[in-house]
């Protein structure tokens, strides 16, 4: 299995938001950013649904800079 294919069936978290929200940015701004924000792509996809779902939404703060930077980018790409 691919790298990209990996992180796409990662995007997939049963919540038609969150899914689509993850895979945008996969598909937009993964490929041309750099090995930090990659890493911190990945673990955003390794944290929980709840987590997620409270950062995307904005209920909640990362405590991560590297992270919050990443939910930042995820909600700031524009639908295509």
Same mark, same amino acid.
């Given at each position: 299995?691919?790298?990209?294919?990996?992180? +796409?069936?990662?995007? +997939?978290?049963?919540?038609?938001?969150?899914?689509?929200?993850?895979?945008?940015?996969?598909? &937009? +701004?993964?490929? =041309?950013?750099? =090995?930090?924000?990659?890493? =911190?792509?990945? =673990?955003?996809?390794?944290? @929980?649904?709840?987590?997620?779902?409270?950062?995307?939404?904005?209920?909640? &703060?990362?405590?991560?800079? @590297?992270?919050?930077?990443?939910?930042?980018?995820?909600?700031? &790409?524009?639908? &295509?």
């Amino acid at each position: 299995m691919s790298e990209e294919s990996r992180l +796409r069936w990662q995007c +997939r978290r049963g919540m038609r938001e969150l899914d689509d929200l993850l895979i945008r940015y996969l598909e &937009t +701004r993964f490929a =041309a950013a750099d =090995a930090d924000e990659k890493a =911190a792509f990945q =673990a955003v996809l390794e944290l @929980s649904d709840p987590e997620l779902n409270g950062y995307l939404l904005q209920r909640q &703060t990362p405590s991560s800079e @590297s992270i919050a930077r990443v939910i930042n980018s995820i909600l700031s &790409t524009p639908f &295509t």
